[in-house]
């Protein structure tokens, strides 16, 4: 799964990605114009017209024809959808594997276990009080959904130059962060 991926973020078969691109995209800005009950019950109308309209072209073309090719949506019908009680188990643990982590953080984060660790999270909770006056969330889904599908054809192609501006910044945050460490009564290394 994570090699289709990565060929979708990559846009290596154009028209799949652009398919799945803008359906995520029209999507996602339906549901910023229009509740999601309605966004729902217009694309399942969406898709029963399609389903029904090629049932009943099917059918009368197996009618006029006089063959019996069979339903059309077959090798759909007979696909499994449901999910055993291995993978829910399995997906399940996962999930609580990774509540139990940012539970972790969180504590550790909220309680100052670390001074600067806490200083950097204030901060980021901060700037994002700045970002929710700016856009809604999914107005920032949708910028995700767009950088998702850009940056990494992006990068890909500017690597070389990205690598160097973020090696330049990486280099000066890290100063200024020792300059800051230096500065903070209290604030421990990682390594103390």
């Not at 539970?103 to 200083?119: A, T």
């Not at 809604?136 to 990494?152: Q, R, S």
């Not at 990068?155 to 690598?163: L, S």
Request: proline share 3%.
């Amino acid at each position: 799964m994570g090699s289709t991926a990565m060929e979708i973020l990559y846009w290596r078969d154009p028209r799949k990605t652009g398919v799945l691109a803008g359906s995520v995209l029209l999507l996602l800005v339906s549901l910023s114009r229009f509740s999601v009950l309605s966004v729902t019950a217009h694309v399942a109308l969406a898709v029963l017209s399609v389903t029904i309209s090629v049932r009943a072209y099917r059918s009368l073309l197996q009618a006029l024809q006089k063959k019996d090719e069979g339903h059309p949506f077959k090798s759909y019908l007979e696909f499994e959808v449901a999910l055993t009680p291995e993978q829910m188990s399995s997906y399940i643990e996962k999930l609580q594997l990774y509540l139990n982590i940012s539970l972790v953080e969180l504590r550790r984060l909220f309680l100052v276990q670390d001074l600067l660790d806490s200083i950097k999270f204030a901060v980021l909770m901060w700037l994002l009080t700045y970002l929710g006056a700016v856009f809604n969330g999914l107005t920032l889904l949708i910028l995700a959904v767009v950088t998702m599908f850009t940056l990494p054809v992006v990068y890909e192609k500017y690597q070389t130059q990205i690598d160097h501006c973020l090696g330049m910044v990486k280099t000066n945050v890290q100063l200024i962060l020792a300059k800051i460490k230096s500065k903070v009564p209290g604030a421990r290394t990682k390594n103390e």
